[in-house]
């Protein structure tokens, strides 16, 4: 979820509901390094305000219904991943809502030749919808991370009216939604129920750790081949062949299967550096040259040419 449309809007409605819950939403702004008109934001500063706003709350539902006590998704989490399967995952996740105070019930059905998960968000007055969409981005991305796959909608229902950012929710689902629907639904190919859960005990503590960013980053967990290569690169790899090593396939497969999916090992890089940059000028005093060698340009002038090209401002005047 690295679009900067998608992030913008996502921080413009958090800092709205800090504002209902009457914080002090200026200086939490500040301290996360986001600009005064929210825009230009990293993922990681959406994350950072997400998590802000659980700790100010005391709630992960941001107050905006039940009180959903912190660390609700943590054991919503832990109690699905030991399951065999995706079917057995899906319905420990209908019990564990069931019991877990502040979860929204969740059903699971299966209408041949399609699974449906039902999520009841009918308690939340949440009249920006981000507390109902987060829910339903923690059991999509959930469910793909479990078994390692893309999980495709077929379909996303959603029980409100088409909003101002109803683009977004394909890059953030990968499926464009029905509004005015009767409930909120994820709608996959039963075909993937019995796919095992392939998580080890490992990789579970690490994706707890990394909430709420794990389920902000990508929308299928790497079986998407630019996330995983967005992984490489944020870790410093970013020659084409040193990737396509890494991924045991050849630069040239790398390319022709980027182009498929609609990008290249260029946009990628350019996207992680812009984050980088973003990031660096919001919350440190790092001179724009410093910065400019630490991400790879050979002069500054380049970099200044790149940041105006990303955000349309120089780094100096978002600075």
């Known amino acids: 979820m690295d679009d900067p449309a998608v992030l913008d809007a996502l921080a413009q409605r958090l ?8 914080l002090d939403v200026p200086a ?13 934001v990293t993922r990681q500063q959406v994350s950072g305000l997400t998590r802000e706003l659980w700790l100010q709350t005391d709630d992960e539902l941001f107050a905006l219904g039940p009180r959903a006590p912190r660390g609700l998704f943590r054991l919503v989490v832990r109690s699905v991943a030991p399951a065999p399967d995706l079917r057995t995952a899906l319905h420990r996740l209908e019990e564990a ?22 999520i009841d968000v009918r308690q939340l007055d949440d009249p920006e919808h981000v507390a109902a969409e987060l829910v339903a981005i923690v059991v999509h991305r959930l469910l793909g991370w479990l078994t ?45 129920l019995p796919a095992p859960v392939i998580r080890s005990e490992a990789e ?14 990508t929308r299928d967990y790497g079986s998407a081949l630019a996330d995983q290569v967005r992984a490489i690169v944020e870790q410093g790899t970013v020659a084409p062949d040193d990737i396509a090593d890494r ?3 050849s630069a040239q497969h790398l390319r022709r299967r980027l ?16 984050d980088v940059a973003i990031a660096s000028l919001s919350r440190s005093d790092e001179s724009i040259e410093k910065l400019a060698q630490r991400l ?15 955000t349309g401002q120089a780094p100096a005047d978002y600075r």
């Open 97 to 118: 809502a069931d019991v877990l105070p502040g979860m929204p019930a969740v059903a699971v059905r299966a209408v041949a030749p399609l699974a449906e998960v039902e």
């Open 259 to 274: 182009r498929g999916e609609g990008t290249s090992i260029g946009e990628i890089r350019d996207g992680v550096r812009r």
């Open 15 to 22: 800092a709205r509901i800090g504002e209902r819950r009457n």
């Open 204 to 217: 579970l503590a690490e994706f707890l750790e990394d909430q709420p960013d794990s389920w902000l980053a």
């Open 148 to 192: 390692g796959q893309r999980i495709d909608l077929r379909e996303l229902r959603l029980p409100w009216p088409k909003p101002d950012h109803a683009p977004h929710y394909e890059l953030v689902f990968g499926r464009h939604p029905q509004f005015d629907a009767d409930a909120l639904v994820l709608s996959f190919d039963g075909k993937l």
């Open 247 to 249: 991924l045991g396939i």
């Open 296 to 310: 790879g340009f050979s002069e500054a002038s380049a970099f200044r040419r790149a940041f105006r090209r990303w």
């Open 28 to 40: 939490l702004l500040r301290r996360l390094g986001i600009p005064p008109d929210r825009t230009g």
